[in-house]
């Protein structure tokens, strides 16, 4: 089983930066064999995908909507991933999932408890 806990959340004002991190473990879990990845769901709204990062760490993908503002990595030694959120909005208020799928898979398996993140205006 694979376990993935989210570090970081907490109250920011609107134009400051955060970073989350994400602590994956367990008996099968190998870092180079997982995509990790973020999501978010704000209140009311549907799940929405932030960003995602190859075992290899090669050319991240990210959502349009935090393109050029958030930048996800990965320490695979240390089996976290992170989240670095800059000049952030109010609308990046959400509770934010860490996730992680098998390379080879399209559907990510396994997911955080989240964290809360709530930007201040």
């Known amino acids: 089983q694979v376990r993935l806990v989210e570090y970081g959340g907490g109250l920011v004002q609107a134009g400051g930066s955060l970073n989350l991190s994400c602590a994956a473990s367990?008996?099968?879990?190998?870092?180079?064999?997982?995509?990790m990845g973020w999501f978010r769901q704000a209140r009311g709204k549907e799940q929405e995908f932030i960003a995602a990062?190859?075992?290899?760490?090669?050319?991240?993908d990210y959502g349009d909507s935090v393109k050029g503002r958030f930048t996800i990595s990965r320490d695979n030694a240390k089996n976290m991933v992170y989240l670095q959120m800059n000049n952030v909005k109010p609308e990046d208020t959400a509770v934010y999932y860490c996730?992680?799928?098998?390379?080879?898979?399209?559907?990510?398996?396994?997911w955080g408890q989240g964290t809360q993140v709530t930007v201040s205006s």
């Open positions: 996730a992680g799928r098998y390379y080879s898979s399209d559907v990510y398996d396994y």
């Open positions: 990062i190859s075992w290899s760490g090669g050319t991240p």
């Open positions: 367990g008996r099968t879990f190998s870092s180079s064999s997982y995509t």
